[in-house]
């Protein structure tokens, strides 16, 4: 597998992660989790880690095309 597979893989599994722990919390998902989780939050990092693997994803295709971003 490709290393961007890997990473749409990784961001797939990002996103059920996030959809199953907003499923979880019954009524929603609370901003502050979202965007100033505590350390050690479920989603503690994760806006970081899906910005910076999609951020990949768009330079390895930019990469795969020969063009520049």
Sequence with gaps: MSE???????????QQK????EHEQGEG???QDYYSPESGH???????QY?????KVV???HADKGSKA
Excluded: S
């Design 4 to 14: 961007k597979q890997e990473l749409i893989k990784k961001m797939l599994e990002m």
């Design 18 to 21: 996030f959809m199953d722990f």
């Design 29 to 31: 998902l609370d901003p």
């Design 42 to 48: 479920t989603l503690d990092g994760y806006r970081q």
């Design 51 to 55: 910005r910076d693997a999609a951020m």
């Design 59 to 61: 330079d390895l295709a």
